[in-house]
């Protein structure tokens, strides 16, 4: 998952170089989108749902460019971790069977159960980055 921020048409240039003022890396315009996108990055830290702390780590906030100019990206995610859209966005009800001829192990009210597949009901996204979003305009 990707969020990005970056300079727009809209940014007011100075004259003699312009397009320096906009894409220079350690220019007043790529700062400031480096200090929004970094609040954003702490609001998502604060809303993702931890449990190993793996997606809470790699929540980060990192400066790039391209041919267009340079922007700022909040990610979460990455090798390794592919549950990060479930996280973010939910999943519907569906259900769950046992792989490799194993059965699925719970414990239900002390009791050691198996089933070679159960009803998962879904879950509610956290939508922690876009829900973070709006702490870039502070």
Do not use: C, W
């Not at 997606?55 to 400066?63: A, D, E, M, N």
């Not at 089933?115 to 879904?122: A, L, S």
């Amino acid at each position: 998952m990707v969020v990005r921020v970056s300079p727009t048409t809209r940014v007011t240039l100075y004259p003699g170089e312009p397009g320096l003022f906009v894409n220079d890396p350690d220019g007043p315009v790529v700062r400031d989108l480096l200090r929004r996108m970094t609040r954003v990055q702490f609001e998502s830290r604060k809303l993702v749902r931890v449990r190993t702390g793996r997606l809470f780590s790699t929540i980060k906030t990192r400066v790039g460019g391209n041919a267009r100019g340079i922007y700022v990206d909040v990610v979460a995610g990455g090798k390794g971790i592919k549950y990060t859209g479930y996280e973010h966005d939910g999943t519907k009800p569906h259900i769950i069977r046992a792989r490799r001829k194993k059965a699925l192990r719970f414990m239900i009210n002390g009791q050691v159960v198996f089933r070679k597949q159960v009803n998962h009901p879904g879950t509610t996204g956290t939508l922690f980055l876009t829900m973070a979003l709006p702490y870039a305009a502070i």
